[in-house]
């Protein structure tokens, strides 16, 4: 075959190939990398998200939890992962603040991954063992001063948001507790339940069941107005703490390379996913509302990502806290 033909024939079947591989897509089952431990506040956004997008897409997403070293574990797993479609990662902002926070991450966050979209904001709650002893913040901000070399307070590792919110109460109370990390909130919530260590502050989709069953205390949110779910706690800023006024955002990524159509399949998807009134009530109950449409969208976790890496930069460098 002379060369001109061959050359031919071969682009002809890579033109035909490549969208028949995106259209098919996904003919298997597809793997949703947590990485934070199963039943924590990540875990249980992603398993809500991932039922309803294996509905819509007609195969199986399985949530694997890698969890550890604040969620770059995970993340470095997906980093590394085949860019087909088949390995998607859900992260919280840990994904923003991991660049700065580990100076030896095994990945270039803004070069490692491809968008999907965001899921979810997700409030933070200040809470304490059942029967810790202040009934209020203010009590809760007197009594913790006073007694900071006493009390130990749980988070995911360096970089998980649990991390990020003790950081910034140890910093406006002055308070340097003792921090004890865990995989994932989830199995830190089972020893705040047992008395094992004395305070967390994590995201209402892990505390707002405690909260409302008076298994643990909770003092205050860090969202801008108070929670309909809980309109009696009041916010860290209306308490004094200015500070502590975030929320913890959610996303989905792929490993860089995967091909645009499949990124804007799953999009569509995780849309869906997010109207489902199934979806918007469980997470009501949880203390938090999906993303409109136009947010659970490539562009629009590419733009979040980009900005919050650059908010927070100065916020950590200036803190002087390393994860290494
Ligand atoms: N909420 C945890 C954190 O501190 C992570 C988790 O277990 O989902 O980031």
Redesign the pocket.
């Known amino acids: 075959m002379p060369i001109s033909r061959l050359l031919g024939a071969l682009c002809a079947a890579s033109m035909l190939t490549a969208p028949a591989f995106a259209q098919d897509y996904p003919e298997r089952a597809i793997t949703m990398v ?1 990485p ?2 199963a039943g ?4 249980t956004v992603a398993r809500l998200v991932a039922e309803r997008m294996s509905a819509d897409l007609g195969q199986q997403i399985t949530v694997e939890n890698i ?1 550890g070293a ?2 770059t574990l995970g993340a470095g797993n997906v980093a590394k992962a085949e860019a087909d479609g088949y390995t998607l990662l859900l992260h ?1 902002i ?1 994904m923003a603040t991991a660049e700065t926070l580990y100076r030896n991450l095994a990945y270039e966050t803004l070069d490692a991954f491809d968008y999907v979209g965001l899921v979810t904001e997700v409030p933070m709650v200040v809470t304490a063992r059942k029967d810790f002893e202040p009934s209020d913040f203010p009590a809760f901000v007197t009594y913790v001063k006073a007694n900071a070399d006493k009390l130990t307070m749980a ?2 590792g360096i970089g ?4 990020l ?1 003790g950081m910034l109460l140890m910093q406006a109370l002055e308070a340097p507790l003792v921090t004890v990390p ?5 199995p ?1 919530m089972t020893d705040l339940l047992g008395g094992q260590v004395d305070i967390m502050c ?2 209402t989709t ?1 505390t707002a069941q405690q909260i409302k069953a008076g298994t643990i205390k909770a003092y205050a949110v860090t969202s801008p107005e108070r929670l309909a779910l809980f309109p009696d706690l009041p916010t860290a800023k209306e308490a004094g703490v200015d500070t502590m006024q975030f929320g ?1 955002w959610h996303g989905i990524y792929t490993p860089r390379g995967t091909p645009a159509e499949i990124n804007q399949r799953l999009s569509q998807s995780l849309q869906k996913a997010l109207a489902d009134e199934g979806v918007v009530t469980a997470m009501a109950e949880l203390g938090t509302t999906p993303v409109p449409a136009d947010s659970a969208t490539p562009e629009a976790l590419k733009a979040k990502l980009e900005s919050e890496i650059a908010r927070w930069k100065p916020v950590i460098e200036a803190a002087g806290v390393y994860a290494d």
């Open positions: 947590v934070f431990s924590g506040p990540t875990d969890g604040g969620g919280h840990g988070n995911a998980a948001a649990s991390h919110c865990y995989k994932g909130t989830g830190a994590d995201q892990n913890i």
